[in-house]
């Protein structure tokens, strides 16, 4: 195992069974190209396989590390998966592309990609994006503040119509307000019929606009 295969600070395991709980594929040492043959081989396999289901979840989860380790060579891959015609892979992307808005360094590369993403010709990839931005929501992986910044950011890309933006804004507002006082309401985003709708405490508050 190389050096850079641990990830500081210590990682957390995810909630699913793992060949290793240590990192163990050594993805920082490893080309893009090797990583991304590796995630082919992994989606070919058959999905009823026992070692091929320990086999994709260890490269989804040190993936997911590959972010904090090398950030740089995460963009990469994240490049050569959006580049590709499989659109599992362009979704397999997604989870990375949301946890690098984390790293203020890389936020504004992120969030293009994010966009990107929700621009995607597949229905697919589409709705996987704001799957996985309410999820890193919901478990910790994202802070309000981050969030509400990115749904901004969305506001201003996908549409032009003056009342969706100030909406957004409105939202984003209230998301900043409810980080700052420590409240626990939390925001959920969701696809609907083609449309991100963005809503807090289970209730829409802004309308439901359409990316397409």
Not at 106 to 118: G, P, Y
Request: glycine share 6%; net charge negative; charged share 30%.
């Amino acid at each position: 195992m190389g050096e850079h295969s641990k990830p500081d600070p210590e990682y957390e395991l995810p909630d699913y069974r793992l060949r290793s709980q240590t990192p163990e594929l050594n993805l920082p040492e490893r080309s893009t190209g090797a990583i991304h043959d590796m995630l082919s081989e992994v989606h070919a396999a058959d999905v009823q396989d026992e070692e091929s289901g320990l086999q994709g979840n260890q490269l989804s989860w040190e993936m997911d590390l590959l972010v904090d380790q090398n950030p740089d060579h995460a963009k990469a891959l994240i490049e050569s998966l959006m580049a590709s015609d499989d659109e599992w892979e362009r979704m397999a992307a997604t989870t990375m592309v949301i946890k690098l808005c984390n790293h203020d360094a890389h936020r504004d590369w992120a969030t293009e990609s994010m966009i990107r993403l929700l621009e995607d010709e597949s229905y697919e990839v589409r709705g996987h994006v704001p799957e996985m931005l309410d999820a890193a929501v919901k478990n910790g992986g994202m802070d309000l503040r981050t969030a509400g910044s990115l749904i901004s950011d969305f506001s201003m890309r996908i549409s032009d119509r003056a009342e969706v933006m100030r909406d957004l804004k409105s939202q984003r507002d209230r998301t900043l307000g409810q980080a700052a006082t420590g409240a626990k309401q939390g925001i959920h985003i969701a696809h609907h019929n083609g449309d991100v709708v963005v809503a807090k405490d289970g209730l829409r508050i802004n309308q439901r606009y359409d990316y397409e």
